[in-house]
């Protein structure tokens, strides 16, 4: 455990955070905690030495190919490659109910295109038997579909990424030319950031079947977690939802691939838009209007 490497992105704080805490606390040699802003994540070093551990920081934004490259460079120098990559790095819409264009790009080009940057980049440097958890949501579960032609696309067995850029580039243009049809979707609220870890959940099939050397590629819903990001409504605290990620990173059989986890480390089928796994915005609009 101690020569094992570990990146966590988007880990100044929150779930990410209560990550790095959780990889150090098991002892996972090198443990890199990332964030865009370099006083951020300096300062989140800091805090969690105060508390007994001595994880490392690089600077990282995955929108940006320039800072992604630099850092793949830096750990295969350093290292000479990586065992666990947490993909956790991501951004909600900024209006919860109501979906615009640019925001739409904005949420896309974290939460998907980041991905796919991190892929290019980090992959290759990927040890064997390596491990890759996509951290996702209850967002991301195809059953927040119900547009048929897309269902079906996104779960055929011989997926490429090309059909999930077209699933990403039909939402897009449909939100800059006004055509959004609700009967395609569930719910409308927080549309842009369903959309992305729809997207991101199928990537992480698409992953697999293209990675080998025993690598093993997951996606994950961490749960409704007291963050930033659900203006701090939730079921879950940052700590109880950093479990599922280690056990994806340290403690699941390493033959579990291309898989899409519960919060609660059980195994969903992602591509069953029977099984209605998310939770619909009025319970989220309910917590938010405690606050």
Known sequence: MADKVAVVTGSNKGIGYATVRELCKRGVGSVYLTARNIQKGQEAIKNLKKEGFN????????????????FADFLKRKHSGLDILINNAGVITSNFTETTYEDSVRVLNTNYYGEVTMQNYMFPI?????RVINISSDSGHIS?????????RLTKEDIK???????VDWFLDSVKNGTLNEEDFEEMPLLAYIISKIALCALTRVQQKEVGRGISVNSLNPGYVKTDMTNN???????????????????????????????????????????????????????????
Not at 144 to 152: A, E, M, P, R, V
Not at 161 to 167: H, L, S
């Open 55 to 70: 994880p490392l920081f690089h600077q990282l934004d995955v929108t940006d190919k320039d800072s992604v490259k630099v």
């Open 126 to 130: 990927l040890n064997d038997n390596a």
């Open 144 to 152: 927040n579909l119900k547009n048929t032609y897309w269902i079906n």
């Open 161 to 167: 990424v090309e059909d999930i850029n077209a699933f």
């Open 233 to 291: 409504t939730g079921y879950l605290t940052m700590e109880e939802a950093s479990d599922a990620p280690v056990y994806l990173a340290l403690d699941v059989d390493q033959s579990v691939k291309g898989k899409f986890f519960w919060f609660d480390k059980t195994e969903k089928e992602w591509a069953d838009p029977n099984q209605k796994l998310f939770i619909p915005y009025a319970d989220m609009e309910r917590q938010l209007n405690l606050i």
